[in-house]
T-cell receptor, first 115, second 112 residues
Framework: GAVVSQHPSRVICKSGTSVKIECRSL??????MFWYRQFPKQSLMLMAT?????????EQGVEKDKFLINHASLTLSTLTVTSAHPEDSSFYIC???????????FGPGTRLLVL | GENVEQHPSTLSVQEGDSAVIKCTYS??????FPWYKQELGKRPQLIID?????GEKKDQRIAVTLNKTAKHFSLHITETQPEDSAVYFC???????????FGGGTRVLVKP
């Protein structure tokens, strides 16, 4: 199946700093990637849809100026959490659509802890 | 938008027994229904999926059924093993763009 990687796997930062998370499709090209957030013992909540070469589409309630998404190539999307606060601490997971179409393959996730 | 409900939230079964998880969806236009297994701290792994033109699909011990009229679909795991213990999520596409809406998850515990 399709392989999706994420980096870093774990990050601890101070409140007020920014953190960048990378999501890569390793063996296929992904015109569309998705970013999810998952709090402990909860489901995956879609934050935004990342489209290569165009602006991301954010879900209702997600601040686009706080969660910056860039999808500059067919294999890389980045999520930057700006001015992070403790309530942003969560498990951030990306996914990419492989083949057949509609099948989403997930990255291993990034655990963010904001102190 | 799409709304997916999943039941039960927890399920404890004896090894060898079957496990059934049920989901309902709200958007009649949804046409793709994957199931993911997530172990603690790991990524969700696709275990089976079904499209709206099919009523049932089976892969070894795992099967999924879809009732489009009633807008519900179910995951069946037979001959459960301890390694089946995990959280299982159902999902449905919510229209254009292949966006998935996830159910709340079912924590399955298979007791040896």
């Amino acid at each position: 199946g399709a392989v999706v990687s994420q980096h870093p796997s774990r990050v601890i930062c101070k409140s007020g700093t920014s953190v960048k998370i990378e999501c890569r499709s390793l063996d296929f090209q992904a015109t569309t990637m998705f970013w999810y957030r998952q709090f402990p013992k909860q489901s995956l909540m879609l934050m935004a849809t990342s489209n290569e070469g165009s602006k991301a589409t954010y879900e209702q309630g997600v601040e686009k100026d706080k969660f910056l998404i860039n999808h500059a190539s067919l294999t890389l999307s980045t999520l930057t959490v700006t001015s992070a606060h403790p309530e942003d601490s969560s498990f951030y997971i990306c996914s990419a659509i492989g083949t057949p179409q509609e099948t989403q393959y997930f990255g291993p996730g990034t655990r963010l802890l904001v102190l | 938008g799409e709304n997916v409900e999943q039941h039960p939230s927890t399920l404890s079964v004896q090894e060898g027994d079957s496990a059934v998880i049920k989901c309902t969806y709200s958007d009649s236009a949804s046409n793709y229904f994957p199931w993911y297994k997530q172990e603690l701290g790991k990524r969700p792994q696709l275990i089976i999926d079904i499209r709206s033109n099919v009523g049932e699909k089976k892969d070894q011990r795992i099967a999924v059924t879809l009732n489009k009229t009633a807008k519900h679909f179910s995951l069946h795991i037979t001959e459960t093993q301890p390694e089946d213990s995990a959280v299982y999520f159902c999902a449905a596409t919510s229209g254009a763009g292949n966006k998935l809406t996830f159910g709340g998850g079912t924590r399955v515990l298979v007791k040896p």
